[in-house]
């Protein structure tokens, strides 16, 4: 344990959590001038100096005579002992080494640099004399990153323009060029500028979450409502009451591309804007930012899951918005779900936690239920708008021709909306054009060669895609493997392929396909969300990008294409995905005046999740999967965790894992189970062979230190690889 504000006088002996893949803390003596604990430091690590956190007083086990210094003490605020414990329980929690965890707190480079000026280049008041193509882009990037600075080398990357460009706009006074001094302060939000008006059932919700804040100790609430309630209003005001009481917060988002929006909603609401950390952000404004919320010059943050990590020097709000997302959960590396850890950091800060949803998870759910969490509604949608009316339409009673996939009964629905001049969103969760390319001469389905996947063809893009390792190659003019020429032929529809549909089906029709592949940067895809919310297309085509919070104002239809897709396979959360997405899809139908309408293309329209769908009732779908959870003992009734194992020599995993299971041991003790090893769903990865084992056990019972135990009985082959998840989300 870590005890508070402790300091070492020069030459004491310290504890050093470095980031090197070492496990354990090293001594070190404190340098000329002493240290804090918490202070980030440079230590020698034999011939190198790497960084470091002081995580307190040395051990003293190694020979003194040996111990080395501290080379020095870098210049940013220390980590203060919340974070040290939130990484120390985060380690524990996902059995991650306690190196890895730091490294996800310190991913900003740059952090030992000493604070100095730098060039810097904004955007001028005088107009260019000549207006080129180049310059008209860099002048753009400026407009659009609204009062945020770069350098040299960032503004030419974003613009895709040489140096020169932006030297010549310097010259004519159009980009302005000085030496700023590194990491400013962002600027201050106002929290007591007005909000909206709120609705009765809005007021309720914010008065509770307000009262919450203000309270100043830990506690989650889960602030349910449908798309367009007004969720986002009613934590806005939970934000303001944190920001009023000096505290920071932090609101994490499931997607880039909807932080856009949500920006200018904070500047409308605080006067400025906040700070934004993910990956789309400069390398300099990272740096920036977590020096900034070290020394509270920060006060709110939006950003993805990895904002988690960053060291608040005083954080009282954290909003989990679209809380059910999968997103959140992080699928390599360092295995965690930031939902949970959210609420882990806030028990530790005596912070809140507010998870938002229109379909929050069942975990969030039964928690809820069995009141760990406060439960807040927000029954009905703000202004005029309904929800859509939702219906199935049987595809068994359907004739369609082969290689089509609109039945005359959507085709019908669609036409209608185009002749009022309402859009229609047409929704296929598969990117790319088709699935599968199969050999119409030997039957042969062209695969990955470093995964066990079907590559997707992609037309748009000319090739063909392995969506699990990225892998692209040409389409061949032969069959791979038996060599015959023009057999070669799609099946199944992906978004492009559906797009051709409409054109032949609507060829009146302005279409617009969203999916995320299509689209060069987020700038572009923000473009032409907007250029549709304008009423620029009146089909639309969409991946599960368009499910989240768009808000396509002249929307009134939405056809799901295949709303089985998602309820094949042996998932334990098919169900529930299936649930959501089909029930954000439609969502996104009827927003503002016009009354919206949705329906599903499905075989089985019996089924108890289509069913559940239509009629809307979601406590009953929720009790449903609650009780059939419950009877199978699994999440969140019992506790899961997926061991992969994976290595280039298919023997050697399959070895391994059949060892491990042999010494159960450990997990027997607990009253654990272990099942496997069997190859996992996706054999194969870039190469690597893949062999998962799954672990079950009852609720309270220590998973973690036995699987530590187990584990631990064997020493992995160097080229052997042993992932543990806990609590898995995905079962690939
Ligand atoms: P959610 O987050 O639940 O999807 P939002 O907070 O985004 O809902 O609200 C949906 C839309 O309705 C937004 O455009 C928002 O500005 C508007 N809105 C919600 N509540 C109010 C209100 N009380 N007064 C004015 N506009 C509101
Ligand atoms: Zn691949």
Excluded at 28 to 37: D, I, L, N, S, T
Excluded at 373 to 378: F, Q, V
Excluded at 591 to 618: K, M, N, Y
Aim: aromatic content about 6%.
């Amino acid at each position: 344990m870590v005890t508070a504000g402790g300091y070492f006088e020069e030459g004491a002996l310290v504890g050093v959590l470095t980031t090197q893949p070492l496990g354990r803390v090293l001594d070190y003596k404190a340098p000329e001038g002493g240290c804090v604990e918490g202070a980030y430091v440079e230590v020698p690590l034999g011939p190198r100096r790497v960084m470091g956190v002081v995580w307190g007083p040395g051990e003293g086990k190694f020979d003194p005579a040996k111990v080395r210094s501290v080379t020095r003490v870098l210049d940013a605020a220390p980590m203060q002992e919340e974070l040290r414990l939130f990484l120390t329980r985060a380690a524990d929690y996902t059995l991650t080494p306690l190196p890895a965890m730091l490294r996800l707190a310190t991913r900003a480079p740059g952090l030992g640099d000493s604070p100095m000026t730098r060039r810097i280049y904004r955007l001028g008041e005088a107009v260019p004399e000549r207006r080129t193509d180049a310059r008209a882009r860099v002048l753009e990037v400026l407009r659009d990153h609204g009062g945020l600075a770069f350098t040299l080398g960032e503004l030419s990357g974003l613009a895709g323009v040489t140096t020169s460009v932006i030297k010549g706009l310097v010259a004519q006074g159009a980009v302005l060029e000085e030496d700023a001094p590194r990491d400013l302060p962002y600027a201050r939000l106002d929290p007591e500028l007005a909000g909206q008006v709120l609705t009765a059932d809005q007021a309720l919700a914010s008065e509770a979450l307000r009262k919450a804040v203000a309270s100043g100790t830990y506690g989650t609430t889960l602030l349910k409502g449908v798309t367009g309630s007004g969720k986002t209003e009613v934590y806005l005001e939970a934000v303001a009451e944190c920001l009023a009481r000096g505290r920071q917060a932090l609101v994490l988002l499931p997607e880039i591309a909807l932080t856009a929006g949500f920006l200018t909603r904070v500047e409308e609401r605080f006067g400025a804007r906040p700070a934004e950390w993910h990956s789309g952000v400069t390398v300099t404004e990272r740096r920036r930012l977590w020096r900034m919320v070290g020394e509270g010059g920060a006060q709110l943050v939006v950003g993805a899951r990895s904002a988690l990590f960053l060291p608040f020097r005083d954080l009282g709000l954290i909003v989990v918005d679209e809380e059910h997302d999968t997103s959140y959960k992080q699928e390599d590396g360092v295995l965690y779900n930031a939902r949970d850890m959210a609420v882990l950091r806030a028990s530790i800060l005596s912070a809140q936690v507010v998870l938002a949803s229109a379909t929050p998870s069942l975990e969030t759910w039964v928690n809820a239920e069995a009141g760990k969490y406060t439960r807040l509604d927000l029954p009905s949608r703000f202004g005029v708008a309904e929800l859509p009316v939702m219906r199935a339409i049987d595809m068994r009673m359907e004739s369609l021709p082969a290689n089509r996939w609109i039945s005359p009964t959507l085709q019908r629905h669609v036409t209608a909306r185009m002749e009022r001049k309402e859009q229609s969103l047409l929704f296929l969760n598969r990117r790319g054009y088709a699935p599968v390319t199969i050999c119409r001469a030997c039957g042969y389905q062209i695969g990955c060669d470093h995964c066990d996947a079907r590559m997707v063809e992609h037309r748009f893009l000319k090739r063909l895609v392995c969506h699990q390792c990225g892998e692209t190659k040409p389409m061949p003019v032969a069959c791979p493997s038996c060599g015959v020429e023009g057999k070669l032929a799609p099946v199944g529809p992906g978004v492009e392929r559906l797009a051709e549909e409409v054109a032949a089906v609507f060829p009146a029709a302005r279409v617009a396909v969203l999916s995320s592949d299509l689209f060069g940067s987020a700038r572009a895809l923000k473009e032409q969300i907007e250029a549709i919310a304008a009423g620029a297309a009146d089909i639309i085509i969409g991946t599960q990008l368009v499910a989240k919070g768009h808000n396509f104002p002249y929307l009134t239809l939405v056809g799901v294409i295949d709303a089985d897709l998602g309820l094949q396979g042996s998932d334990l959360r098919a169900a529930e995905r299936t649930f959501q997405l089909m029930r954000q899809v439609a969502g996104r139908a009827g927003r503002a005046e016009l009354p919206g309408e949705a329906l599903l293309q499905t075989f089985q329209p019996e089924h108890p999740v289509i069913r559940a769908i239509l009629s809307g009732d979601e406590e009953g779908f929720w009790r449903a999967e609650a009780a059939e959870r419950k009877a199978a003992g699994v999440p969140p009734y019992g506790r899961m965790a997926g061991i992969i194992l994976s290595s280039p020599d298919v023997a050697q995993v399959f070895d391994f894992g059949s060892e491990l299971a042999r010494r159960d041991g450990p997990l027997r003790a607990i009253g654990a189970v272990v099942f496997g090893p069997a190859p996992a769903p996706i054999a194969r990865v870039r190469g690597r062979h893949r062999v998962r084992l799954l672990v079950k056990a009852e609720k309270g019972a220590p998973l973690q230190a036995a699987l530590a135990q187990w584990v631990a009985q064997l020493r992995a082959p160097a080229n052997l690889r042993v992932a543990i998840d806990i609590d898995p989300q995905s079962f690939l």
